[in-house]
């Protein structure tokens, strides 16, 4: 599944040399190191995921059925206050697990204010290729174990982005991340434009999520978030909101002229009760989009195949039945995520070139024979437990449905022990 601009489906060979995917077709190279048996198997483009939150994996199950705003301030910013860096490696190392054993080979990542460092290293260590950043908080409505100066927001951040862009010989990169206009200054939404622009490295923030959100910021700011955002220099090609349920026609039609990105979220959008976004819409209006599975404490999974359904299904049921057709969607997961990240150049797609990061997906099991359309198969029909290998930039990262960076038991055991320190430090 090739992902390419001619969207060619090829029954053949893909030639993995070094870092790179090397060719494709009927292929029968003089030597070869290692053959990897697909047969039975698609092999696809790693699967992106254009916003997740790995610093509250842990907090998995303890922080449901509520609104957003009451979510942010009764559970998950206590618990995020109560992190140390020994517990945000387990949640980190737990929710990389779960995302790349279903293949997932990227992903952008938005941590919390502090300990930052802890989850950087985790990405590193796991093989996956990730844009990450700390959160950004200095606004007066911001809990005292979050609320930083800005100052010091924009100095920690800095630092961090000085000692992981290009990390990992180019798989670990940077993204400035304002966490939301209720949380932040204008000077800090700014300082962080102005900072990454200077690199051209991502503003990555969440806008347009939630109805009571929006509101709260009409009260505060007399405007929208989106339009708010974009007054201080949050918008264009390197912006990328997540979430974009509750944005109006004009505000899209601005959001696609700015070329700003939108990340679908929507596993956490129903679960949070913020509604359906209109993706369908913002898709014939050419907004830039990308899908991601947002965090475990409020989806509760980090699974790219249940984004893919739902995105898929639910457009269906917003706009008309022939909304977001399989095909669509998928790319939405491969080369548009890509896109969004502006790492199109190197992954997204499997043509010659262009980085290997491949997943192999069974779809010879019962669940998904006898036929039919491939894309309809991987879209409404696979899921992760059909992920056996995944390859980021060439190196077999899972093999065999097990992780070859990360003892996953080891993870599991860290990560039950880290949730109860961190529940008790939040006092929950």
Known sequence: MTCDAKERVIAGDVLVRDREIAELGTLRPKRLTRIVDASGCAVIPGLVQAHVHLCQTLMRGMADDRPLLDWLRTR????????????????????????MLAGTTTILDMGTVHGHQAVMDACSRSGIRALSGKAMMDGADVPAGLRESTRASLEESERLARAWRGAADGRI????????????????????????????????????????EREAVRRALGDDDVAVLRRWGASGPRAIFAHGVQLERDEARAVARDGTRIVHCPSANLKLGSGIAPIAELDELGVALALGADGAACNNNLDPWTELRHAALLAKVRTAVTSLPAK?????????????????????????????????????????????????????????????????????????????????????????????????????
């Open 76 to 99: 998950v910013w206590p618990l995020e206050a109560a992190h140390d860096e020994r517990t945000l490696a387990a949640s980190a190392e737990l929710g990389l697990a779960e995302a």
């Open 173 to 212: 990169g940077y993204a400035w991340a304002p966490r939301f206009v209720l949380s932040c200054t204008e000077a800090l939404v700014r300082g962080a434009v102005e900072r990454a622009g200077e690199r051209g490295e991502l503003l990555h923030t969440h806008a347009a999520e939630h109805a009571e």
């Open 328 to 428: 669509r969607a998928f790319r939405l997961a491969t080369i548009d995520g890509a896109r969004a990240l502006g790492l199109d150049e190197i992954i997204g797609s499997i043509e010659p070139g262009k980085r290997a990061d491949l997943v192999v997906v069974r779809i010879d099991a019962p669940h998904v024979e006898p036929a039919g359309d491939v894309y309809s198969r991987l879209v409404y029909a696979c899921g992760a437990r059909d992920v056996v290998h995944v390859m980021v930039d060439g190196a077999l990262v899972v093999k065999d449905r097990a992780h070859q960076r990360l003892d996953v038991e080891r993870v599991k055991a860290r990560a039950r022990a880290a949730a109860r320190r961190l529940e008790a430090r939040a006092g929950l």
